[in-house]
């Protein structure tokens, strides 16, 4: 008897539903997609119903013929890529190739890697989606479009190998805008007062001053502050009024695709990339020892917090089980998903929630055992009760003054004695100062009067998670892009990461111009929501693929045959004249951006071609102390794949480089190199002895030219911390200090 055959994406899949299905079941990987659009050419003909011109990828055609071979060999096949529109349109492409090789051809999903979802996928197996098809098909064709006709146009005024993504670049002009924001911001000071008293029982608290006359107010200046303070200082304080009640804290959905992300970077610190790249490995499945391969999620693209009514009901009772029906919500809990998700698909959850992080832990990886963590702790609840806390608060008179205090305690934990509440700071809710017992009409002691100064905040600048919640909210991108949509910005060096926030680059910011500037309808927030929107009514049937693609093209067309006439007037709007003059020609240099950023190139061109590096005022002074040892000749700063360093002037004729030395002396015994500026192969600078690889010394903080003053030492480290601020640190003794700089308290 033949055997059936099951394709699916993953090789690590095979191995696990090969275990679950035994005899007369062959399962083979297609390894991703195996056909997509050309990448030299369009590959979309425009003029024929914006026909795609699908190409085997390479690499791929000894798959195909595999997939051929066994599909001719089976007496069903049964496709099984992942359950989403790629997934869609890969079955879509592997049954094309098979066609009437099998006459027998079904679709089958997957929405866990389990021995019951497997065998549920296979009885319920069917046709494929065409809708599903088309409306990948018709993001996939979107974005060529896009791509491949604004990228050149970016060539031609920047420089060759830029791209302007569809989605990315809307992305890319959120960023922008928020930099826009801070740079501009004109922060305003104000003041607070706090009042510290004491009880009749001798217990001590503060209050915030919140009203005058029964008004808002705000104090502009330590003038006006201290005026008020004088006048405060004479007045009684009274209890007014005392509320106390009991509130309740709800658990939160399990994760779907953006929540996890943005959860696991503050949490665990995983990018997004990194996220989807472990679940993947969780989802597919996870070698258990005797229990053999599981896979422990569900599938983790997904933008629907539902969950079948089997997992809610083994959850519940396991709930009950271990932590007894006190932290078992009263009745199953339902949560609702946003407008226009996929119902189809669950939350991501575990799939079974037996297997707990502790006890897997042996079998996991450390990022493994962190993630699952995360989704079982998550999962688990959000069914169970709700965290009880008692809240005061008291409002306290001195005559037209009124100030007021305010405390929460913990009452009952909860969900929370899973999942913890933490901040977008990344930190834990501290636990508030306690009031004390107090009575309405009490008298209290006035202790002391501490006015403060404050200064108004621009508003932060975007982390991956932020950004994505952001996206969300706006309709931008799909489960399945947020990751990609961030890494191909980082690649492309729109955006570069410092201190764990987004910032754009020089160049994204230049890109985000060009591109809003002259295409203000494409590279839009609400103009990308609707298309996301317009793809879903595809996938729903209630638009036509075609139609779609018509609608977007025709008023695109017309804006590039306009944008095409102004390439010139654009180039040369981004020139900038210098006073440097070509000590070739005697003319004067311009700046112009090339691939490793901004140059000087002579204006005299295409008569004199010389180019010279772009030298910052730090870098021309680094260059200044430093002659070549072989010529004599000056030294200057050039960037290349490992970062910064020094060559001779004289290149090509004398070839001479060295590491960029910050002048400071390495601290291994007897090593006498010195510290230099290295980029790791990731992109990330770090700081590590000449000496290298004879000397392994190595920082990721910046050595500053300080001795310490504990232990002598002749230089520390600059460290950037959220509570402290920069801090001075010696990597010897430990010894800290705040970096002296001018400060504005919050």
């Not at 890697?113 to 809708?131: C, Y």
């Not at 806390?389 to 929460?408: M, N, P, Q, T, W």
């Not at 200044?624 to 004289?650: D, I, N, Q, W, Y």
Request: glycine fraction near 6%; aromatic fraction near 10%.
């Amino acid at each position: 008897m033949a055997e059936n055959l099951i394709i699916v994406e993953s090789p690590a899949k095979t191995r696990t539903i090969k275990k679950f299905l035994g005899k007369g079941w062959q399962v083979e990987a297609t390894k991703g997609h195996i056909k997509d659009l050309p990448q030299r050419k369009l590959g979309v003909e425009i003029d024929k119903g914006f026909l795609p011109q699908y190409v085997v990828i390479k690499g791929k055609k000894r798959i195909i013929m595999k997939l051929k071979a066994e599909a001719k060999k089976a007496s069903k096949v049964f496709l099984a890529p992942d359950p989403d529109r790629e997934g869609e349109a890969i079955a879509w492409h592997v049954a094309q190739e098979i066609d009437g090789i099998n006459s027998s051809v079904l679709r089958a999903s997957f929405n866990e890697i389990t021995k019951e979802a497997v065998l549920r996928g296979i009885d319920s197996a069917g046709p494929l989606d065409m809708k599903k098809v088309f409306a990948q098909q018709a993001r996939r064709i979107l974005d060529r479009l896009v791509g491949y006709k604004v990228s050149p146009f970016l060539w031609k005024t920047i420089y060759r190998g830029l791209s302007a993504g569809r989605v990315q670049s809307v992305a890319l002009r959120i960023l922008s805008e928020r930099e826009k924001e801070i740079e501009e911001f004109i922060s305003q000071e104000y003041w607070s007062i706090t009042a510290f008293l004491e009880t009749e029982k001798k217990k001590s608290f503060h209050a915030r001053l919140f009203k005058i006359d029964g008004k808002d107010f705000s104090i502009e200046n330590e003038k006006e502050a201290q005026g008020l303070v004088n006048d405060i200082q004479t007045k009684e304080f009274v209890v007014s009024q005392l509320k106390k009640e009991k509130k309740q804290r709800h658990p939160y959905p399990p994760y779907i695709t953006s929540t996890l992300q943005q959860d696991s970077a503050r949490r665990i610190f995983f990018s997004p990339k990194k996220t989807m790249t472990v679940a993947q490995q969780l989802y597919e499945g996870v070698d258990l020892g005797e229990k053999g391969s599981v896979g422990l999620i569900t599938y983790m693209r997904t933008d629907s917090v539902r969950v079948s009514e089997e997992a809610k009901k083994n959850l519940r009772n396991y709930i009950g089980k271990n932590f007894g029906d006190r932290y078992l919500s009263e009745k199953p809990r339902e949560y609702r998903s946003k407008k226009g998700a996929q119902e189809a698909h669950e939350a991501v959850r575990p799939t079974f929630v037996e297997y707990t992080p502790d006890e897997i832990k042996g079998y996991l990886t450390n990022d493994q055992f962190k993630l699952y963590q995360l989704i079982w702790n998550r999962f688990c609840a959000s069914q169970m009760s709700s965290a009880w806390y008692d809240f005061v608060s008291a409002e306290i008179g001195a005559d037209r003054y009124l100030f007021k205090a305010s405390s929460k305690n913990l009452i009952f934990d909860g969900f929370l004695k899973v999942y913890k509440e933490i901040k977008e700071n990344n930190s834990s809710e501290e636990e508030e100062e306690k009031i004390p017992e107090l009575k309405e009409g009490e008298l209290l002691n006035l202790l002391d009067l501490q006015p403060k100064q404050h200064f108004t905040k621009p508003p932060p600048r975007f982390n991956e998670a932020s950004l994505i919640k952001e996206l969300e909210a706006n309709g931008i991108g799909r489960p399945s892009t947020y990751a990609q949509i961030l890494s191909t910005l980082k690649q492309r060096k729109y955006v570069a990461s410092e201190n764990k926030k987004l910032i754009p680059t020089e160049l994204g910011l230049t890109v985000n111009r060009i591109l809003v500037e002259r295409f203000p309808d494409i590279f839009n927030v609400e103009f990308t929501a609707v298309m996301e929107s317009e793809l879903d009514k595809i996938e729903e049937g209630e638009d036509k693929w075609i139609e779609v693609l018509k609608n977007f093209y025709t008023p695109f067309e017309a804006t590039l045959k306009k944008v095409e006439k102004e390439k010139t007037k654009i180039k040369n709007g981004l020139e900038e004249k210098t006073d440097v003059l070509c000590e070739k020609c005697g003319k004067p240099m311009i700046v112009k951006w090339g691939k490793n950023g901004k140059f000087l190139a002579c204006s005299g061109f295409p008569e004199c071609k010389n180019t010279k590096p772009l030298i910052s005022e730090e870098e021309e002074k680094i260059a200044e102390s430093h002659k070549c040892e072989l010529c004599g000749s000056p030294m200057v700063v050039k960037t290349g794949k490992f970062g910064r360093f020094l060559a001779c002037s004289r290149y090509p004729d004398c070839k001479n480089t060295k590491p960029l030395s910050l002048g400071i002396k390495c601290p291994e015994k007897d090593c006498g190199g010195h510290i230099v500026e290295r980029k790791s192969k990731r992109g990330k600078v770090f700081f590590g002895c000449s000496n290298y690889p004879e000397c392994n010394f190595a920082t990721w903080y910046k050595p500053l030219a300080r001795v310490c003053p504990g232990c002598g030492v002749e230089f520390m480290v600059l460290k950037k911390s959220k509570s402290k601020g920069d801090i001075l640190k010696c990597l010897k003794c430990g010894y800290e200090e705040k970096e002296k700089t001018e400060e504005k308290d919050e």
